[in-house]
């Protein structure tokens, strides 16, 4: 609407100008005009005024010359001297013709008429003039004089017989003829009146002209007097400059006076119709101006409207079409620039999204965009699978060959999986991870998609003479049935992967049961507390079999927890969790302290069982775990011989020092050291032998097939036979089968432990089933 504005305001501003200055210049003309009109009618007038004055001067002047040429008739002077009346109103009416005269008076020389060529019965006795009279005699006499109602040029003549006898009046009527013979005669103004003063000396008007404009009355309305001057009056709506004149000699008789009008409204019509065609001009004028203001304002307008609409349409985020105006001008100008800015707004802003929204490195979206397009996705789809890629290795390799390297791998990897990936989403996840989304996709196609993923990123990486391998393991979790959205199906696929780190294919799909994260977690934390400071968790131990002595000489404990409302707990589930949680700590001291004691219960009625505790790794990282079993071993009395310790290898290989120092501090009590779950790490024996490790605990995984299993039969002898090398004894766990027990034997293990020689039991149960075997005198 600003424009509007704009517009309205330049037009109204021209339109304004225009009329302003028109009128002005139009008031000053006609002021000056009508001035001028009205000095030069006043000096027309004037003029006019005298030029009547002398003409009837100059009819005066001829009208007494034939009537002087009549006091000269015999005829006249015979009948005037007989008296004869006929005949002197003959020669009278005669020579009234001839000089236009409509009344003809003798006058005798005492004033009395003694003959009148009015009709009979006028009743005039006297001669109504005497000063005319009286003047007669010494020059020539004229005046116009009102009688009987009507207005007379009289001329008096005196008539000599060589005395005077008498005198002629010829009344020449001053009527409408009179004036209108007088206009033809001369150059008369037409708006003239004759006015004579009647006896009550009201002016009465005795001749008008053709225009029949009533002067007088038009004066006596306004008040004016009768002027010499031209005075400006208005007469019927019309004006007029007015002057009167007295005609003739003021002092013969009844006064005369000529009303003279000069009309300015017909002295302004030429320069009326120069208005109207000024005023055409005007009102074309305001046309021409209105439209050029409107076109010039919508010349500005346009442009400025346009680009006000571009940058609302960029303030909605639109910037597809920048506002490009064809022009040379400024606003071309300012129109080119603003486009030009527009867009490089839009590529910048491009760039800055796509910043937002990909991963720098390999250009894939990332996380949040991900988390988007599946948000998007699961809108349309009522099902999908969340793939989680983890490059396992990724923080090793970054930490030894750095990040540019590192940067370039994770590029090569997300090729890989882009290309072996032909529809869904494939995104960054993490720094180490990539993800892969598929809608509708049912259960094999997603294996399917997980194995063909860990083939083509199973092969190293190759950049000159380096070679990497990324170890990739790919995690998967289903909608809906894993998750109810997307940060969910996330975080279920986070979790699927690390539990793909743990199998030998390296695809895992999410399972609830293992997910550390998965809700009630906490409270099973508290729930285990509780259980440990009530001691509602016990140990339960299993016998191991001397296989050279053939006797159980000793055991390991294992947590049992029945949980009041869950039932028992598998160790694997709360343990783990224990670790994760920070709590592993109070169970392995209740597990010392309750095994400690129990050792101590055992070995005073005689049954000499070393006692094997499982550690966790990050018992390791506890200082005080050394000084901690001392006391406990001081305490009752047991002596540190009768304790082994068992570590899984992952919490002896790549540790750092301090808990090496913790291992070693431990075995420096004199207590035995075990490495438990031997031969699934990557541990291998010339470590081990740096280590303070008294006996190796071949993994369940390799016994458990022994029977069937002629590799793993080659591997359990292998592992035997080296590691009495480095003179560690070898147990034996999940021995299932008398088979495996035989084999074992066979190669020299020296202790089997598992479900084919007992389970883990109650420490009640332990001692008969210790003597059921027979007790041996001494373990070591
Ligand atoms: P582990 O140390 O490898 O313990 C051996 C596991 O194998 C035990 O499971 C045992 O019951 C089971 N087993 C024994 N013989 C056989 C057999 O012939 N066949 C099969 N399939 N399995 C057999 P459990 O008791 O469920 O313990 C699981 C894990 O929990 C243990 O694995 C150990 O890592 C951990 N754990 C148990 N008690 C404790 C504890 O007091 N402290 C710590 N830190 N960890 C414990
Ligand atoms: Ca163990
Ligand atoms: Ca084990």
Request: glycine share 4%.
């Given at each position: 609407m600003a424009a509007l504005g704009f517009r309205l305001r330049l037009t109204l501003f021209v339109v304004t100008t225009i009329v302003a200055v028109q009128a002005l210049t139009a008031v000053l003309v006609t002021q000056i005009t009508r001035h001028q009109l009205i000095a030069e009618?006043?000096?027309?007038?004037?003029?006019?005024?005298?030029?009547?004055?002398?003409?009837?001067?100059?009819?005066?002047?001829?009208?007494?010359?034939?009537?002087?040429?009549?006091?000269?008739?015999?005829?006249?002077?015979a009948a005037i001297a007989q008296r004869d009346r006929d005949t002197v109103l003959s020669v009278l009416r005669n020579h009234g013709r001839r000089v236009g005269a409509t009344r003809m008076l003798m006058i005798g020389l005492d004033g009395s008429i003694q003959a009148d060529t009015a009709a009979s019965g006028s009743g005039l006795q006297r001669f109504p003039f005497p000063e005319l009279m009286d003047s007669a005699f010494t020059r020539r006499t004229a005046a116009v004089v009102a009688l009987d109602g009507k207005a007379y040029w009289m001329v008096v003549v005196p008539i000599y017989a060589p005395q005077p006898v008498a005198l002629v009046a010829a009344g020449i009527p001053v009527d409408d003829a009179f004036l209108a013979r007088m206009q033809r005669l001369s150059a008369l103004p037409k708006d003239i009146q004759l006015i004579a003063q009647?006896?009550?000396?009201?002016?009465?008007?005795?001749?008008?002209?053709?225009?029949?404009?009533?002067?007088?009355?038009?004066?006596?309305?306004?008040?004016?007097?009768?002027?010499e001057q031209p005075v400006l009056e208005t007469v019927d709506g019309r004006e007029y400059l007015v002057l009167a004149r007295a005609l003739g000699d003021p002092r013969a008789g009844a006064p005369v006076q000529a009303i003279i009008g000069y009309s300015l409204d017909d002295a302004l019509r030429p320069y009326k119709s120069v208005l109207s065609t000024w005023l055409g001009l005007l009102a074309l004028g305001l046309l021409v101006g209105l439209a050029g203001a409107w076109l010039i304002a919508r010349g500005v307008s346009r442009p400025v409207e346009a680009l006000a609409a571009s940058v609302r349409r960029i303030e909605r985020g639109d910037y597809s079409a920048p506002a490009l105006i064809d022009r040379e001008d400024e606003l071309g100008q300012l129109a080119a620039a603003f486009s030009t800015m527009t867009l490089a707004i839009r590529?910048?802003?491009?760039?800055?999204?796509?910043?937002?929204?990909?991963?720098?490195?390999?250009?894939?979206?990332?996380?949040?965009?991900?988390?988007?397009?599946?948000?998007?996705?699961?809108?349309?789809?009522?099902?999908?699978?969340l793939l989680m890629v983890g490059l396992t290795r990724m923080p090793e390799i970054i930490k030894t060959v750095g990040h540019a390297l590192g940067d370039r791998l994770m590029r090569d990897a997300a090729e890989r999986i882009r290309e072996a990936t032909t529809r869904g989403v494939v995104a960054r996840a993490s720094d180490t991870s990539f993800l892969v989304w598929l809608p509708e996709a049912d259960r094999t196609a997603v294996i399917a998609l997980a194995l063909h993923l860990i083939d083509v990123l199973n092969p190293p990486y190759q950049e000159r003479d380096v070679s990497i391998d990324v170890v990739p393991a790919v995690g998967i979790a289903l909608y809906p049935r894993h998750a109810a959205d997307t940060s969910e199906l996330l975080q279920r696929a986070e979790v699927a992967q690390f539990a793909a780190l743990r199998v030998p294919e390296a695809v895992a799909f999410y399972d609830a049961a293992s997910d550390p994260h998965r809700p009630g977690r906490l409270s099973l934390m508290g729930d285990l507390r509780e259980a440990i400071a009530h001691d509602d968790v016990a140990?339960?131990?299993?016998?191991?079999?001397?296989?050279?002595?053939?006797?159980?000489?000793?055991?390991?404990?294992?947590?049992?927890?029945?949980?009041?409302?869950?039932?028992?707990?598998?160790?694997?589930?709360?343990?783990?969790?224990?670790?994760?949680?920070?709590?592993?700590?109070?169970?392995?001291?209740?597990?010392?302290?309750?095994?400690?004691?129990?050792?101590?219960?055992?070995?005073?009625?005689?049954?000499?069982?070393?006692?094997?505790?499982?550690?966790?790794?990050?018992?390791?990282?506890?200082?005080?775990?050394?000084?901690?079993?001392?006391?406990?071993?001081?305490?009752?009395?047991?002596?540190?011989?009768?304790?082994?310790?068992?570590?899984?290898?992952?919490?002896?290989?790549?540790?750092?020092?301090?808990?090496i120092q913790v291992l070693r501090e431990l075995a420096g009590l004199g207590l035995h050291v075990a490495v438990d779950d031997f031969g699934v790490g990557e541990s291998s024996l010339a470590y081990l032998r740096k280590l303070p490790v008294h006996a190796l605990k071949i993994d369940k995984m390799f016994i458990q097939r022994l029977a069937t299993d002629a590799s793993d039969r080659m591997i359990v002898h292998s592992i035997v036979e080296l590691a009495h090398r480095l003179n560690h004894r070898v147990v034996a766990e999940g021995v299932e089968d008398a088979a495996a027990l035989a084999y074992l034997g066979e190669v020299g293990c020296d202790h089997a432990q598992g479900h084919h020689i007992a389970a883990a039991m109650p420490a009640d149960h332990f001692a008969s089933f210790v003597a059921h075997f027979g007790t041996a005198p001494s373990a070591c």
């Open positions: 009618g006043g000096r027309q007038l004037t003029m006019s005024a005298n030029t009547f004055v002398n003409q009837l001067d100059d009819i005066s002047a001829r009208v007494a010359e034939s009537v002087q040429v009549l006091a000269l008739d015999y005829a006249l002077r009647t006896r009550t000396a009201a002016w009465e008007v005795v001749a008008r002209s053709d225009s029949h404009i009533d002067l007088l009355g038009g004066l006596s309305a306004a008040g004016h007097p009768l002027a590529q910048r802003e491009e760039h800055i999204r796509f910043q937002a929204l990909h991963d720098a490195v390999t250009a894939l979206p990332n996380r949040s965009a991900a988390e988007a397009a599946i948000q998007c996705s699961l809108h349309e789809h009522d099902s999908g699978a140990l339960h131990y299993q016998p191991k079999l001397n296989l050279r002595s053939g006797v159980i000489d000793s055991a390991e404990a294992l947590i049992r927890w029945q949980h009041p409302k869950l039932g028992p707990v598998p160790p694997d589930a709360f343990i783990t969790l224990a670790e994760e949680t920070g709590n592993i700590h109070r169970v392995t001291r209740w597990a010392l302290a309750s095994a400690i004691a129990q050792l101590q219960r055992w070995l005073a009625q005689g049954l000499n069982v070393r006692v094997a505790v499982n550690l966790s790794a990050r018992d390791l990282h506890d200082p005080e775990l050394p000084r901690r079993i001392a006391d406990l071993l001081t305490l009752h009395q047991v002596e540190a011989r009768w304790l082994e310790l068992e570590i899984t290898e992952s919490a002896v290989i790549g540790e750092p020092a301090a808990a």
